[in-house]
Each structure stands twice: as C-alpha cells, then as structure tokens.
C-alpha cells in the first residue's frame, strides 16, 4: 500500500458513520501495524509475480521486505546453461509496489560462496548482468536497500 491508500482506507474505517467504534479503531491499527510489520514478499523465474523473467538463461529467486517507501532486496542468481554467459537482462520488474524509484540506477557487486565476484545493474526497470564470463552452475548474492516507487 502506499501513503495515500493508507489514508483514504483509515478515513473510511473513522468516518463510515461518524463515529469510531472499537471493530473501526482495531481494523485501522491493523492497517498501519501490517504496513510497518510486512511480510516478506518471494518472486522467482517460475512464478513471475512480481518480476518477468527475461530468457531462460538465469535462474533466480528474490526476496523483499517493504517498511513504508524503502525496501530490502535479496537476490540469488545461477547461470544454469552449461555455458558461461556475458551481459544480458535477468529480470524485468512488473509490479509497481516494488519498483526502485525511477530515477534509480546502481551497480551491484553480487558474490559467490568461494568469493567470486560479478557485476549487475539494478533499475527501475529491473535487472541486468553487466560483465562477462557468468560461471554455469555457480550461485551469486547480494542484498540491497533502495526506495521504492510507492510511497
């Protein structure tokens, strides 16, 4: 939800009749305590809910937290081909909710478990593999904080 759904939800349940009631205060405390208590959300190439997968190069699995206009990106990606891969796009995001802010543009340094080290470029757009030489069968990781389109 983003500030505006918020209010507009809490105004409703406050002002259905003009009086607060118990059932009207608790379901907005719940409003605001889920909002700030997320669950974390999971999106992978399977099921593509929040994300698009763009070929079938990359493997990937994807974890965000959202606590208000800032979320906790976590993503693994495995080169599953057989084959070491150059630049190309992962994934595409197409849920607005947890798109980064438009004007957002990073590199990212994902890691290996023995160390190893491959660039990518995270957009509004999504997710894009910069260098050369993407290892087969070998997991990379990184975390990232960003604010997100929503607010």
Known sequence: MNKTEIT???NSFISAIG?????RHTSANALIVDEI???PVVDD???ETFT?????????FLTIIKVGNVAQIR???TNTTGNSQNAQSVFSFKENEYKPKPVFVTKIRAFSSSGAVLNFTLTNAGLVFDGNNFPTNVEYEFNFT???TQN
């Open 8 to 10: 507009t939800a809490l």
């Open 19 to 23: 009086k607060v009631t118990k059932v």
């Open 37 to 39: 208590y997320n669950q």
């Open 45 to 47: 190439q399977s099921s």
């Open 52 to 60: 698009s997968k763009a070929g079938s190069i990359f493997i990937y």
């Open 75 to 77: 993503v693994k990606i």
């Open 146 to 148: 960003t604010y997100i």
